[in-house]
């Protein structure tokens, strides 16, 4: 099914829109931000629900969890719910479980990164967009034939009746793609499509069945997060709506796999299993033990550390001989094992996050950590506990943050400021002068303690470079040294936690002050919800943040205790009305 007939493409638009209709309204397209705010490009085009609230929402401050706002949070108030289609990671994992399809489609598509947004979601279907998207569906379901044959998706067979066949594939298969039951409405145009495609264009059993898998890949149901029956009653409780069981079972489930529901998950909507925090917990639990849960564990630390920009941040290789595109790999290679190791074979706990004196390295990393390892693959190896502890003294995120020939304490500072204490940097003027250069002579520190006393500087840089001095032990690649341009290195450096400023000497003990400070915990709990939530938090979240940053409190909660937190915390089963939606 490479080339479309003009009949069956006509056909293909037609069931595809009336799907759309039949679901809520596709809009224009008004750029507007899933949070409520504006931006150009990231808006997701699509209202339904609540997807159109307005207003700019604003993350937690200090990980205090209360969106910025002093009065009280109401328990029983939720967030908004925006309409969001998959991003490029759900979509090739949703194409993988429900057809067995591996070939990652959805790289193809255009970058599903929101510049207004620290974790993936994808924006507004541009033309071209829309015609990647037929393609891939195109190729999906002609590689699809074989299995139809063979039974593999066929939930019946077809000698003994197509017509009924078709019937049953349009609800079992139907309900796995649109992640719950096929409305009425819905099979309706289906079984027309079929029908026409068996009369109109004479296609064969398997060649209609192969449509129809066309006409549900590209429908709304299955591209957007759009999963409650368009003639489902809502469920009002109080001021806030209930989500139904499939809604909570399909955010659960690409939350955790960032993938769709599998059939236990389904089976357990249908049971009303997930109409409780309890019930949500069972199967929270049951996901984050399945294998499929290492890839969200990779995806979450990969956005949030910003990982996939490593590839960009060029080295002078004059500098740094030895640092190539393997070693560049290997670095991006030993944190995701590191991370998986961590929360899902060890303690899980965000100390052990933070401050293991050991990591998962090869033979090409071996030598930038002064340790010894052999072969390609990642082994648990200890390291120089003096020298390193946990993900902010890897390779991956001091190569990230260095300059092409040197240390960069403002980035390394502001990830620290931002990501670990959810605090907000004012945009930088447009006249800050760069550092000098390390040809000007002095050590990194010594360049930029000069650059600082500039007074378009001193705003941002007063915060964020003694908290970066810290990491002045570590080149632009993450080597460990003593001296930078022929001077002692000094890594001294201060930052203000849980309202009380502290000194350390180096990045060692920046780890420990920040492994152990109530903020930091709350800020990664925020960071969770998040990404779970794919917004930033508003005011109506308040409660629901709290109750995850009391839930990871101590250092004895896992990530995965977390996780489950999350996944059970009230604007992640509930959300608020729209206008008028009350009754």
Not at 240 to 257: D, E, H, K, T
Not at 315 to 325: A, F, S
Request: proline share 6%.
């Amino acid at each position: 099914m490479s080339r479309m007939m003009p009949a069956k493409l006509f056909l293909l638009s037609a069931v595809t829109l009336s799907l759309a209709c039949s679901s809520g309204q596709i809009s224009g397209g008004t750029g507007s931000s899933p949070t409520g705010g504006q931006g150009p490009g990231t808006g997701v085009g699509v209202s339904a629900g609540n997807a159109g609230s307005s207003g700019t929402a604003g993350s937690a401050v200090g990980g205090t969890g209360t969106a910025g706002s002093s009065a009280p949070a109401d328990p029983n108030a939720a967030g908004i719910m925006p309409l969001l289609r998959l991003t490029n990671r759900e979509y090739n994992n949703t194409v993988r479980d429900l057809l067995g399809d591996t070939t990652q489609p959805a790289n193809q598509f255009a970058s599903d990164r929101d510049p207004t947004f620290e974790f993936r979601r994808a924006g507004t279907v541009a033309v071209q967009d829309a015609t990647l998207i037929r393609t891939a569906a195109e190729a999906l379901a002609a590689a699809a034939a074989p299995k139809l044959v063979n039974g593999q998706l066929l939930p019946c067979d077809p000698t003994a009746g197509e017509d009924a066949c078709a019937q049953k594939f349009i609800t079992t298969f139907g309900q796995r793609a649109f992640r719950r039951p096929v409305a009425s409405d819905e099979a309706t145009r289906l079984t027309t499509l079929y029908t026409n495609a068996r009369t109109t264009l004479k296609l064969s059993f398997a060649d209609a069945i192969d449509l129809l898998i066309e006409a549900m890949l590209q429908s709304p149901q299955f591209l957007y997060h759009w999963e409650a029956p368009p003639t489902a009653m809502n469920i009002h409780e109080g001021n806030v709506i209930r989500l139904s069981g499939y809604q909570v079972a399909s955010r659960l489930s690409y939350f955790i796999w960032g993938s769709m529901p599998d059939d236990a998950l389904l089976a357990a909507a249908a049971a009303g299993q997930l109409d409780t925090a309890a019930g949500v917990l069972t199967q929270a639990r049951r996901l984050l033990a399945d294998a499929r849960a290492k890839g969200t564990m990779d995806a979450f630390f990969s956005d949030w550390m910003g990982l996939d920009g490593l590839a960009a941040r060029t080295k002078d290789t004059t500098v740094y001989k030895t640092y190539t595109d393997a070693t560049q790999a290997a670095m991006l290679a030993e944190t995701n094992a590191f991370v998986e190791n961590v929360v899902f074979g060890g303690d899980g706990r965000l100390s052990t996050l933070l401050g293991a004196p050991y990591s998962y390295i090869n033979s090409t990393l071996a030598p930038l950590y002064g340790a010894q390892a052999s072969g390609t693959a990642m082994t648990m190896t200890p390291l120089n506990p003096t020298q390193r502890a946990g993900l902010l003294t890897q390779g991956s995120f001091l190569a990230l943050t260095g300059n092409a020939d040197g240390s960069n304490p403002v980035r390394r500072g502001k990830f620290v400021y931002t990501k670990l204490q959810c605090q907000q940097m004012p945009p930088p003027p447009a006249n800050v002068p760069p550092p000098a250069p390390a040809s000007a002579g002095g050590t990194t520190r010594q360049r930029f303690t000069t650059h600082d006393q500039n007074a378009c500087a001193k705003g941002c840089h007063t915060v964020m470079d003694p908290i970066g001095f810290g990491f002045e032990n570590y080149d632009g690649i993450g080597q460990y040294r003593t001296t930078d341009n022929g001077l002692p290195v000094d890594a001294t450096g201060s930052i203000t936690l849980d309202g009380t400023p502290q000194t350390f000497k180096d990045a060692i003990g920046l780890v420990g002050l920040l492994a152990k400070s109530p903020e930091v915990r709350a800020c990664f709990a925020g960071e969770w919800s998040r990404f779970a939530l794919s917004r930033v938090d508003t005011p109506d979240d308040a409660a629901s943040l709290q109750s995850t940053a009391a839930a990871f409190a101590t250092d004895t909660a896992s990530v995965q205790d977390l996780i489950a937190a999350v996944a059970t915390m009230r604007s992640f089963r509930y959300r608020s009305p729209s206008p008028g939606e009350m009754p």
